[in-house]
């Protein structure tokens, strides 16, 4: 599905939208959420000034996902100018890494510098339950794709960038505080990037419990990696539907994985309010 023919090529799709973007919105944010499966309910308490369907953008890729509403939203949240994605693209769509990442490299264009990516996961640490979030500390890339694959464009970063803090301790902080004060413990692991769709096997499962892995899904990695090279402070919410016990596996289904995300939409709320009150 690469439609791009070479880097320079891809910047002048993403300044033609970024530029699209600045003529009908007056003042930019500086906080982008990205909003992950069943979660598109987390931002409805945010005062809204600007809606655009994906499908309006131009140059923009159109998200296919079940429960992925495909907008673009602008406006207020505790007072704070955000921008909100409801919907992403994932690689198992058919998607590039670079197509994946097309709206970091927007978001990018536009300023942003805080940028917030939420998701629904498969819980590995036996110790999760599902319908409780995960605030990211670092991610494993298992995917076997990453977005700055191929010739480097200067201006958006640097060739080789340092990886050692993905996810920004800060605004991790943040988000742990601000579940205790809404009276719930948000836990606090390591993510697992697949590129899916299948689910994991139990021998998946296990390698990855191996290796270290809290929880696993199918998104947020190649969009972090995007970030850090935009030089973005990232904060990485997992909503966990499911627990992958190796040994005593469960067969799960989507609409039981979207049901629990949805359910906990509150809590991303809560976390992200929490997150913008104190930034």
């Not at 992950?36 to 923009?60: E, I, Q």
Request: charge should be negative; glycine fraction near 8%; charged fraction near 20%.
């Amino acid at each position: 599905m690469e439609k791009y023919q070479n880097m320079e090529h891809y910047r002048d799709k993403v300044l033609e939208t970024a530029a699209f973007l600045k003529s009908q919105i007056d003042q930019m944010p500086q906080i982008a959420f990205l909003t992950g499966t069943g979660l598109g309910s987390s931002t409805d308490s945010m005062d809204v000034t600007a809606t655009f369907k994906y499908g309006d953008l131009p140059n923009f890729p159109i998200s296919t996902v079940e429960s992925h509403r495909g907008e673009l939203i602008f406006g207020r949240l505790c007072n704070r100018k955000i921008m909100v994605m409801q919907g992403r693209f994932h690689l198992y769509e058919g998607y590039s890494p670079l197509e994946v990442t097309f709206p970091i490299r927007v978001m990018q264009e536009l300023g942003i510098n805080y940028l917030i990516i939420s998701n629904a996961s498969g819980g590995l640490n036996l110790n999760f339950s599902p319908g409780e979030v995960m605030v990211i500390r670092d991610h494993i890339n298992m995917t076997g794709h990453n977005p700055l694959r191929g010739s480097n464009f200067d201006a958006w970063g640097v060739r080789f960038p340092d990886m050692t803090e993905v996810y920004d301790r800060k605004l991790a902080k943040l988000a742990l505080s601000a579940a205790k004060r809404a009276a719930f413990d948000a836990q606090y692991g390591v993510y697992a990037g697949l590129s899916g769709p299948s689910l994991e096997t139990p021998a998946e499962t296990r390698l990855l419990k191996t290796a270290g892995a809290d929880a696993v899904g199918f998104s947020t990695v190649m969009e972090a990696i995007a970030g850090v090279h935009a030089g973005m402070k990232i904060l990485g919410l997992a909503t966990i539907t499911n627990i992958n016990n190796p040994d005593a596996p469960e067969k799960a289904t989507v609409e039981e994985i979207i049901s629990v995300a949805q359910r906990a939409a509150y809590q991303i709320n809560l976390i992200l309010r929490g997150v913008l009150e104190n930034l």
